[in-house]
């Protein structure tokens, strides 16, 4: 037998974590929306991470999500339905608008984002977990990121 038929089956999860960037963001600003946005779904969902990590000299390692991030990319208004979408099927969600950018804090940033009505948010980042479906369908028009 080869390794190829002894490697384990991959594995299919029954949930889709995804985060959708708007298109007209620099390098940096999508490296940082994604961090940001991927750090709430742990909380809300902590079925998503998974066990702690460990190198071979036992040296410990902080626990990560079990399964992949899908990282898409969008228009403004591609993202503005996609938070609709998740509003509406009522999928475990974070947020990160283009205030967010002239922030340096927790507090800062909580406060920018009450200071706006939900249909008013200059949305760039939007991170939802669900199942697989219903993520697909909250995404639909994104593409994925290159």
């Known amino acids: 037998m080869t390794d190829r038929e002894n490697a384990p089956a991959p594995v299919r999860f ?13 390098t940096w600003q999508r490296l940082n929306v994604t961090a940001f946005l991927v750090s709430g779904l742990g909380t809300e969902a902590p079925e998503v991470i ?26 403004k208004e591609t993202i503005t339905a996609a938070h609709g979408r998740a509003l509406a099927r009522a999928l475990p969600r ?45 995404f639909k028009g994104a593409r994925m990121h290159p």
């Open 50 to 75: 998974g066990e702690p990590y460990a190198d071979a000299d036992d040296t410990p390692y902080l626990r990560m999500f079990r399964q992949p991030v899908l990282v898409f990319e969008g228009s």
């Open 94 to 138: 974070a947020v990160f608008t283009s205030d967010l950018f002239t922030t340096g804090n927790d507090v800062d940033n909580r406060a920018a984002v009450r200071a706006v009505r939900r249909d008013d948010l200059d949305l760039v980042g939007l991170a939802v977990h669900g199942p697989r479906n219903a993520v697909d369908k909250v």
């Open 14 to 26: 029954d949930t889709k974590i995804a985060v959708l960037l708007r298109d007209d963001l620099q």
